[in-house]
């Protein structure tokens, strides 16, 4: 999360960029940040926080490719899941099929499932693996149970 990120984007596009998510809380106006992002030729995603309503990136969702839910609050690792971001998800699926959703924060073998029934595409983990000894095993464990909600 940074203070206006219009003026880092074309930096990170030159440097490689592909596409570029800014969060709502940070911005004024989603729409123009969204669109400014979208002239320099890279998906945009929006991201917003767990006590962030869905009104708050209504706006600029025809815009953006992809919206990043946050299941804590962005800042730190470790944080424990907050449910609100499935009703969010579950949303997003419904209202704008062709989005792409990701979540982060909290992420584990035992929310990965709901969060991919819920419509999430894409999922940002940490700790689930950083904190373990074998990263392939519980990478493994995290695949199992993102299938079986499948």
Not at 83 to 106: M, W, Y
Not at 127 to 145: E, M, P, R, T
Request: aromatic share 4%; net charge negative; hydrophobic share 45%.
């Amino acid at each position: 999360m940074i203070n206006d990120p219009l003026s880092y984007a074309k930096p990170m596009v030159d440097a490689g960029a592909d596409l570029l998510t800014f969060h709502v809380e940070a911005v004024e106006d989603a729409l123009a940040v969204a669109g400014g992002i979208k002239d320099l030729g890279v998906g945009v995603g929006v991201a917003l926080n767990p006590d962030t309503p869905l009104s708050a990136i209504e706006s600029c969702l025809d815009v953006v490719d992809m919206v990043l839910v946050m299941s804590v609050k962005a800042g730190f690792g470790g944080q424990k899941f907050n449910p609100v971001a499935l009703e969010k998800l579950r949303t997003l699926k419904q209202s704008h099929p062709e989005l792409l959703l990701e979540i982060d924060g909290g992420i584990d073998s035992e929310t990965i499932g709901p969060a991919r029934a819920a419509g999430c595409d894409l999922f940002v983990v940490g700790s689930a693996i950083f904190k373990k000894d074998d990263y392939k095993s519980a990478i493994a464990d995290l695949d199992a149970a993102m299938s079986g909600a499948v």
